[in-house]
């Protein structure tokens, strides 16, 4: 098996950014599984279109989208992406979209290309922390986990992807205080066994 696995720059003028941490600290094997990375800017359209770049490069079987959820406790697999841009604050270029379609006449909503009760249950199984979420929110996480998955609908059913939120790691909890946060060491091990249970 072939995967990709995506964070994203630092934004909203915090240091880090877990999910690209993350994506840093991944093996590049897990079991059988082959795994290339990379770390998305946080720039409408500009973000997708280096997701679908790396997809046409890598050709990858599972696309794993990670992005930061601050408040969140554990690993969030969400479960509809909407075609809406709709942004609280602007993105790293200064772009601030509002009620804007991602895909101009696309259906408005799209479930994941992802088996998630296998995953939920895999990952109980291995003791992982994990939650399904109804909402990616429509900052640019939800814009390239729709980007994504319309891709998939569109071209290459058979490929696997989805959008994972994380929660803020250890090295951020000072700058938030009393928001809930996990060691990457705990995140790094969730992603990769996400991928083992995939790679099953």
Known sequence: MR???TGFEPF????LN?????????????????????????????????????IALERPDLVICLGLAGGRSRLSFETSAVNLNAARIPDNDG??????????????????ALPLRT??????????????????GTFLCNHVFYGL??????????V??????VPFIREQSAAHAGAPFLDLETL???VRETIAVLDS
Do not use: C, K
């Open 3 to 5: 995967v990709l696995v």
């Open 149 to 158: 998955v319309d891709h998939i609908h569109s071209n290459d059913p058979s």
């Open 12 to 15: 909203g003028g915090d240091p």
């Open 119 to 136: 995953i939920a249950r895999g990952l109980r199984d291995r003791r992982i922390s994990m939650e399904l979420s109804p909402s990616a």
């Open 95 to 112: 772009q601030q979209p509002q009620a804007e379609e991602i895909r101009r006449g696309g259906r408005p909503a799209l479930p994941p």
């Open 188 to 190: 790094v091990r969730g």
């Open 160 to 165: 696997l992807g989805g959008f994972v939120h």
């Open 18 to 54: 877990p999910s690209a941490e993350i994506a840093r600290n991944l093996p590049r094997r897990v079991g059988g599984a082959r795994v290339a990375t990379a770390v998305l800017p946080v720039v409408y359209y500009a973000s997708l279109r280096m997701l679908l770049r790396r």
